[in-house]
């Protein structure tokens, strides 16, 4: 059964640091997606890894993905305000219907 | 991308009814998903819906508790019956296009 873990689950942060999420799963797998959720608000696609190596970035987030270690990182370069929001990691099962297997998410607050 | 709408949007409902939630997305598209996320938590696959094709359900999710439709590939409903408060949620369609899946809004359900 694949399970997939995110660490940390909560994070403060004062703007301008940097920090970095991750996400570890027990199982094989080639897909690995990063989502960002506002509060009361559906998920927004950030990055889909598709490759060991790959490495996807835009604005001041980066996601890696390690598919030999089962790790991917999702790196928060000099934080600001408007980055807080919930983080979920999600992994392709490896079946044949392409089903996610979510993370527990990172509640990620940004403070002035 | 995909444009997914849900309806409704939210719904107080009573125990013992149903509610069936519809979702739709403005492309033809081959997989259809639907999730659960209770208040604070993580996302929960349901269900995978294909149309043409009976739904196959995830580890402890039954058809007569959710049962699904997908009458063609840009539609699909799924019914939560005879709900009690533990079926409060937010329940969410998800659709697989161009490597990634998208989200549709929620449905934010409470059952009293």
């Known amino acids: 059964e694949l399970k997939v873990e995110q660490n940390p689950l909560f994070l403060s942060m004062q703007e301008g640091k940097n920090y970095t999420i991750y996400c570890n799963y027990s199982?094989?797998?080639?897909?690995l997606y990063w989502y960002r959720q506002d509060p009361g608000k559906s998920l927004e696609s950030l990055f889909v890894?598709?490759?060991?190596?790959a490495v996807k970035q835009e604005g001041r987030l980066m996601a890696s993905l390690d598919t030999k270690a089962r790790l991917s990182t999702l790196h928060i370069t000099a934080a600001v305000h408007d980055l807080s929001a919930t983080y979920f990691c999600?992994?392709?099962?490896?079946?044949?219907?392409?089903?996610?297997?979510f993370g527990k998410g990172t509640k990620l607050s940004v403070k002035p | 991308s995909a444009v997914i709408s849900q309806k409704p949007s939210r719904d107080i409902c009573q125990r013992g009814t149903s509610l069936t939630i519809q979702c739709q997305v403005d492309?033809?598209?081959?997989?259809m998903f639907w999730y659960r996320q209770q208040p604070g938590q993580s996302l929960t696959l349901i269900a995978t819906?294909?149309?043409?094709?009976?739904?196959?359900?995830e580890s402890g999710f039954v058809i007569d508790k959710f049962p699904i439709s997908r009458p063609n590939l840009t539609f699909s409903t799924l019914t939560v019956s005879n709900m009690s408060p533990e079926d409060s949620s937010i329940y969410l369609c998800?659709?697989?296009?161009?490597?990634?899946?998208?989200f549709g809004p929620g449905t934010r359900l409470l059952v009293l």
């Open positions: 999600a992994v392709d099962d490896g079946g044949s219907q392409g089903n996610l297997i």
């Open positions: 492309s033809q598209v081959t997989m």
């Open positions: 199982t094989t797998s080639d897909r």
């Open positions: 998800s659709v697989g296009l161009s490597e990634t899946q998208y």
């Open positions: 819906a294909n149309q043409g094709s009976e739904a196959t359900y």
């Open positions: 890894l598709l490759s060991n190596g």
